[in-house]
């Protein structure tokens, strides 16, 4: 069942999917556009990708499920996440993460009581050279300190306009 909603969002995975050879090879975008429309993924995304690729809801949640970038549960405002693989790890990522925990009071994988924030960890952002790497809204953050996780929070807490999942996507 749609709503209008959910029907804008159908036509926007259906424009996108008919530049693909066959529905299904334009999972990935369309998951991208759905987690863009409701901020993360729930029953209903996996429900309106599934008609708009006219496939099951059950195959939209598995290829999501897959990939670490699909949120399966609601995530805070602002997305901060802390690579803590080999080079990040080397180079003092995990001080960085243990100043975030510290600063918002949580663990990672945990969101912020208020639902301003969102922190965990993850693997290898790409960004190895200038590590260690944060991503912030999506938005990487190199040669990253302990020393700039309050100005960082301070700067966000100014920002009215969180998450920028799907800029440039798609
Ligand atoms: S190890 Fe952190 S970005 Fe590659």
């Not at 990935?28 to 759905?34: K, R």
């Not at 001080?95 to 925990?101: D, I, K, S, T």
Request: hydrophobic share 40%; proline share 5%.
């Amino acid at each position: 069942m749609t709503n209008q909603g959910t029907s804008a969002l159908i036509e926007r995975i259906e424009a996108t999917a008919a530049k693909y050879p066959n529905q299904k090879s334009a999972i990935i975008p369309a998951l991208h556009l759905a987690q863009e429309h409701f901020g993360w993924l729930p029953p209903e995304a996996f429900e309106a990708v599934a008609e708009a690729l006219d496939t099951t809801p059950a195959f939209a949640q598995s290829v999501a499920s897959f990939y670490d970038m699909f949120h399966l549960q609601p995530i805070g405002k602002h997305l901060i996440e802390v690579c803590t693989n080999v080079a990040c790890a080397l180079n003092g990522a995990g001080a960085v993460l243990e100043e975030f925990e510290q600063q918002l009071g949580v663990h990672a994988g945990e969101s912020s009581t208020d639902g301003q924030y969102t922190l965990r960890t993850v693997e290898c952002l790409g960004g190895c050279g200038t590590a260690p790497t944060v991503a912030v809204n999506n938005r990487y953050r190199e040669f990253f300190e302990r020393s700039q996780v309050k100005p960082l929070l301070q700067e966000l807490k100014a920002t009215p306009a969180g998450w920028t999942e799907g800029e440039g996507q798609v």
